[in-house]
């Protein structure tokens, strides 16, 4: 179950401390792994922590980011559906993990180099690498928020990345 960004949900909707937590960790950007924030020392501590096999991982997030910049940078394309479909699929190849699978703990919000570098993250670490990576690309943070949702028939705790045109 991949996290998506969806587009027009109604502001109302939105729980104030999803906002705040956004707040919060808009903060990480520089140091925990967005892509112009992957430095060789953060780079080192992803490979320690998770394995040779993360270094191409996080380059490969490097230069996709890079790649994206310059797309949005001779066009507006990042808000254009397909832009918004192609930061989408590139982050859903992340396999889907349950936290505590994953990360040994009920709930775990990963910085966007974990997510990338471990190869998993739960809906709420996608939603946090697009938003992050979103930013990068220029997108107005007031066109973003991240959304607490009860997904499906057993009303399963979800978060999605929300994009306003």
């Known amino acids: 179950m991949n996290a998506v960004l969806i587009e027009p949900l109604h502001r109302k909707s939105l729980s104030a401390a999803v906002i705040l937590v956004v707040a919060s960790i808009a903060t990480w950007a520089a140091e925990l792994g967005s892509t112009r924030g992957l430095t060789p ?8 922590r998770f394995g040779t096999e993360a270094r191409p991982r996080l380059n490969s997030w490097a230069v996709y980011g890079r790649d994206e910049s310059q797309r949005s940078a001779t066009a507006d394309i990042v808000p254009s559906t397909p832009g918004l479909q192609r930061i ?16 040994g703990v009920e709930d775990y919000w990963a910085t966007p180099a974990e997510t990338v570098a471990s190869n998993g ?5 996608y939603a946090i690498a697009k938003y992050f990576l979103l930013k990068e690309l220029g997108v107005p943070l007031a066109r973003l928020r991240m959304v607490y949702v009860r997904a499906g028939r057993t009303a399963q705790a979800h978060m999605v990345l929300a994009y306003y045109p």
């Open 41 to 48: 020392g953060l780079i080192s501590t992803m490979v320690s």
């Open 121 to 125: 993250g739960g809906c709420e670490d």
């Open 88 to 103: 989408n699929s590139f982050l859903n190849r992340v396999p889907y993990r349950e936290d505590i699978n994953h990360w």
